[in-house]
């Protein structure tokens, strides 16, 4: 098997490698050929950079030496993450992928100091969605080294296994991953747990809770859609306030009449992330077996062009009876949570999250560096943002101004139009201001998780595709709910 081992920038002047406690074990196991031969490889490493050594020890015939920077890195405030956590994160992804490389099956993973982020490392670079090819990589199994950390490892393998999960959901092509599909999916993977209820509600349960803003998506495609709602009972008592979690879950975005243009639409089978973030979270918080209780809202369909769709100028009624003038067919994430939120409602919400991938505006304001939060409650901005900078998947406020909110109530048809009627200006916010009149809980906040939706290559420990970010934050999330009592 092989070994990853982490070392540190040197802070003398001389070169010297300054190993993790368990390098410096396995440097004096080997009588101290590691640290020699790392100095004979020239000047020390740099963060994120590996070195590779055979033939050192019988049990590990291959060892991935990584660079995790500086020593007693912690939160940069610049950057709002911890970057100890980053840095840890990063090289060990790295160091586990040369592992695969080498086609070994089995790594044993250096705790670095802070196992969980470790094990997210590990779990988080090693994934790949390959399922429909024939030539696979070869399957990589990370362990922990040594038996310090092992209860913090297996949180962080915990924490990535969620992550994983909406990864795979949302890179899956829309053929396999269909409204009921996504559905059977999330239930499947909560079946094992006697505290945990999933109803897989169909269009006529919609129509009978009058969701006429979703069901109008809905009706441009032969897929039925289905109300996905998951009731996990974590709390000693069950009838404590639940967290409600929302996710759009649009399985394919062709933009309906308003259709998008053919480049780049193959990315709209991943317009379910704010359902696979949301479920995933779920999933992650039963594993962990957080003591809260938490509903999961997730309103499935697709959204295409047919003679069934939704047309330009087309006024729906949503459920808390107002009326929308859908100007454009494209902006049909926000219709269905409208709906999905209205229900939210129904439940005496601690607070209520919801995450889509609603907007490109969001996408360009942003980019892939945070997911951008609108909310209506500074204490469950300071919850989010404080989880964020632990998980390093990080969030950065937005605008909630009536400035907005008059932009799409100022609407020639229907008591709100879906779109701003400055059309592309301050896209993201207008989105938000439309959702916010179908709230009136006093803890709200949406996600706007467009531009972090996929990877290319700027989070190093995710592969190219889809991210499944911001799951690991919207665990943490509710982690430190679960122990903040004061509210």
Same mark, same amino acid.
């Given at each position: 098997q092989?070994?990853v081992?982490?070392?540190y920038s040197?802070?003398?002047?001389d070169?010297?490698?300054?190993?993790?406690?368990?390098?410096?074990?396995?440097?004096?196991?080997?009588?101290?050929?590691l640290r020699?031969?790392l100095?004979?490889?020239?000047?020390?490493?740099?963060?994120g950079?590996?070195r590779v050594?055979?033939?050192?020890?019988?049990?590990?015939?291959?060892?991935v030496?990584?660079g995790?920077?500086?020593?007693?890195?912690?939160?940069n405030?610049?950057e709002?993450?911890?970057?100890?956590?980053e840095?840890?994160?990063?090289?060990?992804?790295?160091?586990?992928r040369?592992?695969?490389?080498l086609?070994?099956?089995?790594?044993?993973?250096?705790?670095?100091?802070?196992?969980?982020?470790?094990?997210?490392?590990?779990?988080?670079?090693?994934?790949?969605?390959?399922?429909?090819?024939?030539k696979?990589?070869?399957?990589?199994?990370?362990?922990?080294h040594?038996?310090?950390?092992?209860?913090?490892?297996?949180?962080?393998?915990?924490?990535?296994?969620?992550?994983?999960?909406?990864?795979?959901?949302?890179?899956?092509?829309?053929?396999?991953?269909?409204?009921?599909?996504?559905?059977e999916?999330?239930e499947?993977?909560?079946?094992?747990?006697?505290?945990?209820?999933?109803?897989?509600?169909?269009?006529?349960?919609?129509?009978?809770?009058?969701?006429g803003?979703?069901?109008s998506?809905?009706?441009?495609?032969s897929e039925?859609?289905?109300?996905?709602e998951?009731?996990?009972?974590g709390a000693?008592?069950?009838?404590?306030?639940?967290?409600?979690f929302?996710?759009?879950?649009?399985?394919?975005?062709?933009?309906g009449? =308003?259709? /998008?243009?053919?480049s780049?639409m193959d990315?709209? *089978? %991943?317009?379910? !992330?704010?359902?696979?973030? @949301?479920?995933?979270?779920?999933?992650?918080?039963?594993?962990?077996?957080?003591?809260l209780?938490?509903?999961?809202?997730?309103?499935?369909c697709?959204?295409?062009? =047919?003679g /069934?769709?939704?047309?330009?100028?087309?006024?729906? *009624? %949503?459920?808390? !009876?107002?009326?929308?003038? @859908?100007?454009?067919?494209?902006?049909e994430?926000r219709?269905?949570?409208?709906?999905?939120?209205?229900?939210?409602?129904?439940f005496?919400?601690?607070?209520?999250?919801n995450?889509?991938?609603?907007?490109?505006?969001?996408?360009?304001a942003?980019?892939?560096a945070?997911?951008?939060?609108?909310?209506n409650?500074?204490?469950?901005?300071?919850?989010?943002?404080e989880?964020?900078?632990?998980t390093g998947?990080?969030v950065w406020?937005?605008?909630?101004?009536?400035?907005?909110?008059?932009?799409?109530?100022?609407?020639?048809l229907?008591?709100?139009?879906?779109?701003?009627?400055?059309?592309?200006?301050?896209?993201?916010?207008?989105?938000?201001?439309?959702?916010k009149?179908f709230?009136?809980?006093?803890h709200?906040a949406?996600?706007?998780?467009?531009?972090?939706?996929s990877?290319?290559?700027?989070?190093?420990?995710?592969?190219?595709?889809?991210?499944?970010?911001?799951?690991?934050?919207?665990?943490?999330?509710?982690?430190?709910?679960?122990q903040d009592?004061?509210n």
């Amino acid at each position: 098997q092989g070994l990853v081992l982490g070392v540190y920038s040197s802070e003398k002047d001389d070169g010297t490698a300054q190993f993790t406690s368990a390098g410096d074990a396995f440097d004096r196991l080997v009588s101290g050929k590691l640290r020699e031969l790392l100095s004979l490889c020239g000047p020390p490493l740099k963060k994120g950079k590996t070195r590779v050594f055979h033939g050192l020890h019988q049990d590990f015939p291959s060892v991935v030496v990584v660079g995790l920077g500086k020593k007693n890195a912690g939160v940069n405030d610049q950057e709002n993450w911890n970057e100890g956590k980053e840095n840890i994160r990063a090289a060990v992804a790295v160091g586990c992928r040369q592992i695969q490389d080498l086609e070994i099956p089995c790594v044993e993973v250096d705790p670095c100091g802070d196992a969980q982020s470790a094990a997210e490392g590990a779990v988080l670079g090693l994934h790949e969605y390959n399922e429909l090819k024939q030539k696979k990589k070869p399957i990589v199994t990370p362990q922990l080294h040594g038996s310090a950390e092992s209860e913090a490892w297996q949180k962080g393998v915990i924490y990535a296994e969620g992550q994983n999960l909406a990864r795979y959901l949302m890179e899956a092509p829309a053929n396999y991953i269909t409204p009921i599909k996504f559905a059977e999916h999330i239930e499947q993977k909560l079946r094992s747990f006697s505290n945990v209820k999933v109803h897989i509600r169909p269009e006529s349960w919609i129509t009978t809770e009058q969701m006429g803003a979703f069901l109008s998506v809905a009706k441009g495609s032969s897929e039925p859609p289905i109300f996905l709602e998951i009731h996990y009972l974590g709390a000693a008592n069950t009838d404590d306030s639940p967290l409600v979690f929302v996710g759009k879950g649009v399985t394919f975005d062709s933009g309906g009449i =308003s259709l /998008k243009p053919s480049s780049g639409m193959d990315a709209m *089978r %991943a317009d379910m !992330g704010g359902a696979a973030t @949301v479920c995933s979270a779920i999933v992650t918080a039963a594993t962990l077996n957080l003591p809260l209780n938490i509903i999961g809202l997730a309103p499935l369909c697709e959204n295409m062009p =047919s003679g /069934k769709a939704n047309k330009p100028g087309d006024v729906v *009624r %949503a459920k808390n !009876g107002k009326t929308i003038q @859908v100007d454009n067919t494209d902006a049909e994430g926000r219709l269905l949570l409208a709906d999905a939120l209205c229900y939210a409602h129904n439940f005496n919400a601690r607070a209520i999250v919801n995450a889509a991938t609603l907007t490109g505006a969001m996408d360009v304001a942003l980019g892939s560096a945070a997911t951008g939060v609108f909310t209506n409650s500074s204490w469950l901005w300071t919850h989010l943002y404080e989880a964020s900078i632990l998980t390093g998947d990080r969030v950065w406020r937005m605008p909630l101004f009536e400035h907005y909110t008059k932009q799409v109530t100022d609407c020639p048809l229907a008591d709100v139009s879906n779109i701003g009627k400055y059309s592309r200006s301050g896209g993201a916010c207008t989105a938000a201001a439309f959702l916010k009149e179908f709230v009136t809980a006093s803890h709200w906040a949406h996600l706007d998780i467009a531009g972090v939706m996929s990877n290319k290559d700027e989070v190093p420990y995710l592969r190219k595709g889809m991210a499944g970010r911001p799951t690991r934050t919207l665990v943490e999330f509710a982690a430190r709910l679960s122990q903040d009592s004061h509210n």
